[in-house]
């Protein structure tokens, strides 16, 4: 572990609050996807909220672990549970369908709007910190390239990025390990000079798999407190927390 000399970290919960960027984003294009799906209006609170803990985050902020933007790998148990929703509320099949792929594909959501609302102050000054200390830095998201870009000039870190695999790169999705072998190719770089940061059970998988050195969760994404410190080396509340970690600031 002391020797770790380049970090792979993933974007959305790891860099900041998922619920509190992506929330209120979600909840929005949730609302107006279902709204024409034929959602009944007087079963609108309780059909959204339904869907929100499918989809794994809610107006307020609240995340739920097991929602479908949290965990990739359980897309077909994500998929029966919305098709009972869609029966349940007597929804248009298609149309909701329709709005899935509206929301894993971030179309039509104002991104842009809302991210002008926020402060990235302590990412800026966290990621910045990691840079001069000398670590090769890189983002391994299921973000599309276009949105990535936005949140990396929104929270000032696009310099410090020397890595970058997105939903548009070729490589294979986490927790797939292949964007770890092509970062240590690209840097010459061994897998355990490697430290992973995420927020996720999947992405302490990624770094697992990948014969990573070290990896670090951090509590602002999926909020799987539990299930992280089962896989994880380190657990952190926030990313800044990890400005105090023994390994990386020796």
């Known amino acids: 572990m002391a020797g770790i000399k380049g970090i792979i970290m993933d974007k959305d919960g790891t860099l900041f609050r998922y619920g509190e960027v992506w929330g209120p984003v979600l909840s929005e294009a949730i609302v107006n996807g279902?709204?024409?799906?034929g959602m009944p209006e007087d079963k609108k609170e309780s059909c959204v909220a339904d869907f929100c803990k499918v989809v794994g985050v809610a107006e307020d902020g609240t995340t739920y672990p097991d929602g479908?933007?949290?965990?990739?790998?359980?897309?077909?148990l994500a998929t029966l549970r919305?098709?009972?929703i869609t029966f349940r509320y007597r929804?248009?099949?298609?149309r909701v369908w329709k709005?899935?792929?509206?929301?894993?594909?971030?179309e039509n959501f104002n991104l842009s709007k809302h991210l002008?609302?926020?402060?990235?102050?302590?990412?800026?000054?966290t990621i910045k910190a990691l840079y001069d200390r000398g670590y090769t830095l890189g983002i391994v998201t299921t973000d599309t390239a276009e949105s990535t870009d936005l949140f990396l000039s929104k929270m000032g870190i696009k310099e410090y990025i020397s890595f970058l695999r997105t939903k548009d790169s070729p490589t294979p999705k986490k927790p797939n390990p292949e964007a770890i072998r092509e970062f240590c190719n690209e840097f010459n770089l061994e897998s355990d000079e490697i430290a992973v940061i995420g927020d996720t059970i999947v992405d302490m998988e990624f770094g697992r798999m990948g014969g990573?050195?070290?990896t670090i969760a951090v509590l602002t994404g999926s909020g799987d407190k539990a299930g992280l410190e089962k896989t994880a080396d380190k657990v952190y509340p926030t990313l800044p927390d990890i400005l105090k970690d023994p390994i990386l600031f020796s």
């Not at 479908?68 to 077909?76: M, P, S, V």
């Not at 899935?100 to 971030?106: A, D, L, N, P, Y």
């Not at 002008?116 to 000054?125: A, Q």
């Open 99 to 106: 709005c899935v792929q509206g929301i894993m594909k971030h």
């Open 212 to 214: 990573a050195g070290y």
């Open 68 to 76: 479908i933007i949290f965990r990739h790998d359980k897309l077909l």
């Open 34 to 37: 279902l709204s024409k799906a």
């Open 116 to 125: 002008d609302k926020l402060s990235f102050t302590d990412v800026t000054n």
């Open 82 to 84: 919305i098709l009972r």
């Open 91 to 94: 929804m248009n099949p298609w």
